[in-house]
């Protein structure tokens, strides 16, 4: 197995890998093969949510992984999130409910607000996996009356019961986390966001981790995952091709997708790569052991470009919310 480090977070003295493995566009008839991979070849984090529509899969992969001994539950750190059409303070418990029973676990290590947008709601006998961000048979986004505050209860309720070990939030922003903290009873463990050598967002960073509340970085090889979807996506030369990039990963000898990870497991910030090729997947794992020094951590800062990719602007999302401004 690769070597593993962790962040030990407050509160439960849980471990959280540095490294973990996304879940995002898995489908269904390969998904519980590649999480099984996954474990076997080393994976000890998983990032799941309900809108990836591949949950009752990733819960075969981890029973698949267990039954054949490859892991006990309580080696794994299962993180996952609610949708936005399920943050009304009634439909938060039923939403988690469904995921545990296609899961097939107990409890979850971490569950995230996947976004801060509480979308008008569907009920699960009409549509799941949830529908996206407009409510089926309407034309446009409409929001709820469902405060973020009145979410987060639900949520601490969660910890109370046992269902979830470590709670946190998704694509926040500075005034939204500091509006939770002056209400919540249990703060935020981990804020889960779009980081990458062209979308660092330092102060962002910087004041969550001051915080207290640890970074998990997603989409950390930037454009790739996108470019299909997005024009942004699509135009932008990927950060494997990247001059920069390339030539520290040569003086390391090491792959540019294992530098883009190292750049920020090195900063203590956790990443959860998706890669269903098996070399790629056990190469994404080789992020310790090995440092980038002072020089190259400079040259990548010099990358920031501010250009994010999964920006609920992009026609793609057919909505008109600009929820990072
Ligand atoms: P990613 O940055 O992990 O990139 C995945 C793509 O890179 C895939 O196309 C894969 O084939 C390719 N790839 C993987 N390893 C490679 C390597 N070593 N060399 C070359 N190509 C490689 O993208 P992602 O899936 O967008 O992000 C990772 C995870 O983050 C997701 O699966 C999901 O779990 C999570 N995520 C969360 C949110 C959110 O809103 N909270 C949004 C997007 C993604």
Redesign the pocket.
């Known amino acids: 197995m690769a070597s593993q480090d962790y962040i030990t977070l407050d509160r439960t003295n849980d471990k959280m890998p540095l490294v973990g493995f996304?879940?995002?566009?898995i489908d269904s008839a390969t998904c519980a093969d590649t999480i099984y991979q996954a474990i076997k070849t080393g994976y000890r984090m998983i990032?799941?949510?309900q809108i990836?529509g591949n949950e009752v899969e990733v819960g075969q992969g981890i029973k698949r992984a267990i039954d054949e001994g490859i892991v006990k539950r309580e080696d794994l750190f299962f993180v996952t999130?609610l949708w936005n059409t399920y943050h009304g303070k009634n439909n938060v418990r039923p939403a988690v409910e469904r995921q545990l029973k296609d899961l097939g676990l107990t409890y979850f290590d971490l569950y995230?607000i996947?976004?801060p947008v509480p979308c008008e709601f569907t009920p699960i006998a009409e549509a799941y996996p949830p529908p996206g961000w407009i409510k089926p048979g309407k034309e446009k986004f409409e929001y709820e009356r469902s405060p973020i505050q009145d979410t987060w209860r639900e949520i601490e309720k969660l910890v109370d019961d046992g269902l979830a070990r470590n709670i946190g939030i998704?694509?926040f922003n500075v005034q939204t986390i500091l509006d939770m903290l002056t209400y919540c009873r249990i703060k935020p463990s981990v804020l889960?966001i779009?980081h990458?050598p062209y979308l660092q967002q330092p102060r962002l960073v910087d004041w969550v981790k001051k915080q207290g509340i640890h970074i998990m970085a997603?989409?950390?090889?930037?454009p790739?995952?996108y470019n299909e979807m997005t024009a942004t996506g699509k135009n932008t030369p990927t950060l494997?091709d990247n001059e920069t990039i390339k030539s520290i990963a040569a003086k390391h000898d090491k792959?540019?997708?294992?530098v883009l990870l190292r750049w920020s497991t090195q900063r203590d910030i956790v990443v959860?790569?998706?890669?269903?090729?098996a070399g790629?997947m056990a190469?994404?794992l080789g992020v310790f052991g090995w440092s980038l020094d002072e020089e190259d951590l400079k040259a990548i800062a010099t990358l920031n470009a501010g250009l994010r990719f999964?920006d609920t602007m992009e026609p793609a999302y057919g909505i008109d919310l600009p929820i990072f401004d």
């Open positions: 996304g879940c995002w566009k990032d799941s949510a990836y999130k995230l996947h976004f998704s694509n889960q779009e990458h997603y989409s950390s090889f930037g790739i995952s494997f792959t540019p997708g294992q959860i790569p998706k890669s269903l090729n790629r190469a994404n999964n």
